[in-house]
C-alpha cells in the first residue's frame, strides 16, 4: 500500500511517504513560512524522490489539529482535495497523538502541547501500555498551570513534548521538579511518518464529512457568538 501522509497543523510542515510497508521519503521543516505556499511543491518533490505518482497512491493520512487554525485548514483542505480527486481513502489524526509518538520508548506519563498563548495550552496526556496508546488525559484546551497541576497529582515522570517547549520550560520545571522529563529539540517536533503509524488500526474517514479538530473556536467566531448571544437577550 502506498500512502501519503501530511502535517501542517503547526510551524512545522512534514510530508511522508510508505510505500510497501516502507517509509521511503519523508520531509520536515520547522520555519515561519506560508504552509499554503510550500505543501504541494514538498508532496511533489518528495514524490518525486521515491519515483511515485498520484494515481498509484492507495491512502492519504492528515493531522487535522489542534494547533494553527490556518496550517490545520491547509493541511485538511489539501489533503481532503487528492483523496476527493484520486478516489482514495483518508483518515485524520489528533495532532498531539502524533507529536506524543516521539515519546514511545519512554516509560512514564507523554504530555504533547502546542502553545495556545495567554498561558494556555493544546495537552494531552499518554502513556504506552502493552504496546498500544493510552489516554491518562483527554485533549483540552487549558491553562498551563492548571494541567501542571493535574500531571504533578499523579507522582510519576512526565516527558514533556513541544515545539513550544521554550515558552513554558520555566514553568514546568518549578511546578514538577524532578519528575519533568524534557529531552533534546530532535525530540519536539513532530513527524509525518508517525501519522502513518498513529493510523494502523484507525477506520476510514468521510473524506467531505473530516473536520478540523481545533478544541476551541477561533477568536473572531467566539467574538460573532458572544455578540448574538447578546442580541438575542436584549
Request: hydrophobic share 40%; glycine share 6%; proline share 5%.
Amino acid at each position: 500500500m502506498n500512502i501519503l501522509a501530511i502535517d501542517t497543523s503547526n510551524q512545522v510542515l512534514g510530508v511522508a511517504i510508505q510505500q510497501q510497508g516502507h517509509i521511503t521519503g519523508e520531509i520536515v521543516t520547522n520555519v515561519s513560512k506560508n504552509h499554503s505556499v510550500r505543501l504541494m511543491p514538498a508532496i511533489e518533490k518528495l514524490m518525486k524522490e521515491v519515483s511515485l505518482k498520484p494515481e498509484a497512491l492507495d491512502q492519504i493520512i492528515v493531522a487535522k489539529g489542534p494547533g494553527s487554525y490556518t496550517g490545520v485548514r491547509i493541511g485538511l483542505s489539501t489533503a481532503k482535495s487528492m483523496a476527493w480527486a484520486l478516489n482514495i481513502p483518508i483518515i485524520g489524526i489528533s495532532s498531539l497523538e502524533v507529536l506524543a509518538y516521539q515519546g514511545r520508548f519512554f516509560n512514564g506519563l507523554i504530555c504533547p502541547f502546542f502553545d495556545a498563548r495567554r498561558g494556555l495550552v493544546y495537552s494531552s496526556c499518554f502513556k504506552w501500555e502493552d504496546n498500544n496508546m493510552v489516554t491518562i488525559e483527554p485533549e483540552a484546551n487549558m491553562l498551563m498551570d492548571e494541567f501542571l497541576d493535574k500531571l504533578k497529582s499523579y507522582q510519576h515522570p512526565v516527558l514533556f513534548l513541544s515545539p513550544d517547549i521554550s515558552v513554558h520550560q520555566e514553568r514546568i520545571q518549578e511546578k514538577l521538579g524532578n519528575l519533568a522529563v524534557i529531552p533534546d529539540a530532535t525530540f519536539q517536533l513532530p513527524r509525518a511518518s508517525h501519522l502513518i503509524m498513529a493510523a494502523k488500526e484507525r477506520s476510514v474517514d468521510e473524506t467531505h464529512t473530516l473536520t478540523p479538530n481545533y478544541l476551541r473556536l477561533a477568536e473572531a467566531e467566539a467574538k460573532w457568538l458572544e455578540q448574538q448571544k447578546r442580541v438575542n437577550n436584549e
